[in-house]
């Protein structure tokens, strides 16, 4: 229920139901002896008051209108956030230097330049063109930016991206070659990653299958480098929660995003992409690895995942009463998948 209060000819509205999660929320956050990556946001005077501010207005009356509440309250508070991360000082330490070669061509598959990024890949776009010419970009979008080569591609999720991919590959090449002939390097940043949307598991492997086909049947285009973006939801169930030491005193604990029931299929694609996308460079590089042992890891693990991935459908849950079937990948399974790439495979690719 909404109610509205008066004072100098001034009326406002206040969402009832709202006002009463942020009192909530702010008690338990402000009030509990363990502090949380919530106490050191609401400590902020921008994020407190762009909750508090959400709370003014009408109680939504159906679901399309809490939607549209809750979008406006993320596009004021996004980036408040990013701010709030990039200026303080007690968290510098985790900041890390951008470094490119500048012998190497980039390439960001799923990327394209604005004026004001936003997100992971559209930042990195930005970072890259500061520093590197040409940048290209590929995304579905037509855009026309200075500085930045874009083009723009539908279907590099698609059974038949391959083609597309050996198109972007073939048309780098004839622009790049004149300046150093055959001997051009190129750096691809893959980011294409779906969470949400038809398919979109499935979308997350076969795009990476569709660069790995292309990677594999291309001659002349000779890659350096890969690049893959990825998420904390990667990350194996038991990964342990950040504790870092803040102002005062304070001890924060920051919960660590992960494996889990709820984004299980999602991470598993995820998962699938890095394994794909490794196989791939593998089989480029000669000597890089045992090949036998390595290649059959991959092989068993890639045909496991798209099997679980297509038979989840778009249900990114975990399901507990599958794990006595045999072709069912467990937590434990996708937790030792997890581990075995950051441990061991990621780090001898480097």
Same mark, same amino acid.
């Given at each position: ?71 406006? $309250?993320?596009?004021?508070? *996004?980036?408040?956030? +990013?701010? #709030?991360?990039?200026? &303080?000082?007690?968290? !510098? ?111 997350? $492997?076969?795009?990476?299958? *569709?660069?790995?086909? +292309?990677? #594999?049947?291309?001659? &002349?285009?000779?890659? !350096? ?126």
């Amino acid at each position: 229920m909404s109610s509205k209060s008066m004072g100098k000819g001034c009326k406002r509205t206040i969402n009832q139901a709202a006002l009463q999660v942020y009192l909530q929320l702010k008690d338990e956050v402000f009030n509990d002896e363990a502090k949380t990556l919530a106490y050191w946001r609401m400590k902020n005077a921008e994020v407190e008051k762009a909750l508090a501010d959400y709370c003014l207005g009408d109680e939504p009356q159906s679901m399309k209108e809490a939607y549209k509440q809750t979008m406006s $309250l993320f596009k004021i508070l *996004n980036p408040v956030l +990013a701010h #709030q991360e990039q200026e &303080d000082e007690h968290f !510098a330490i985790f900041k890390r230097s951008f470094v490119v070669d500048q012998n190497q061509i980039p390439i960001v598959i799923g990327g394209k330049p604005v004026s004001e990024p936003k997100s992971i890949s559209e930042m990195l776009v930005q970072m890259l063109g500061n520093e590197c010419s040409p940048v290209y970009t590929i995304s579905r979008s037509k855009v026309t930016y200075e500085g930045i080569a874009h083009l723009d591609y539908q279907g590099l999720d698609k059974k038949d991206g391959e083609n597309e991919f050996l198109d972007i590959f073939s048309r780098v090449v004839d622009n790049c070659h004149p300046a150093k002939g055959e001997n051009q390097q190129y750096a691809i940043y893959f980011t294409l990653g779906d969470y949400k949307g038809s398919n979109a598991f499935q979308r997350n $492997l076969q795009s990476a299958h *569709n660069l790995a086909t +292309a990677i #594999q049947k291309s001659k &002349d285009f000779k890659l !350096a480098q890969l690049v893959v973006t990825g998420t904390d939801a990667t990350l194996p169930s038991d990964h342990m929660d950040n504790i870092v030491h803040w102002k005062d005193g304070i001890m924060l604990t920051i919960p660590s995003y992960r494996i889990s029931n709820y984004n299980f299929v999602y991470a598993m694609s995820k998962l699938g992409q890095f394994l794909i996308l490794a196989e791939a460079v593998v089989k480029n590089t000669k000597g890089l690895l045992p090949k036998t042992e390595y290649m059959e890891f991959f092989q068993q693990k890639i045909s496991r995942i798209w099997k679980n991935v297509i038979e989840a459908g778009g249900d990114v849950t975990y399901k507990i009463e599958k794990e006595s079937d045999e072709d069912y990948i467990s937590m434990k399974e996708l937790d030792m998948i997890s581990k075995r790439l950051t441990e061991d495979i990621l780090p001898m690719l480097k």
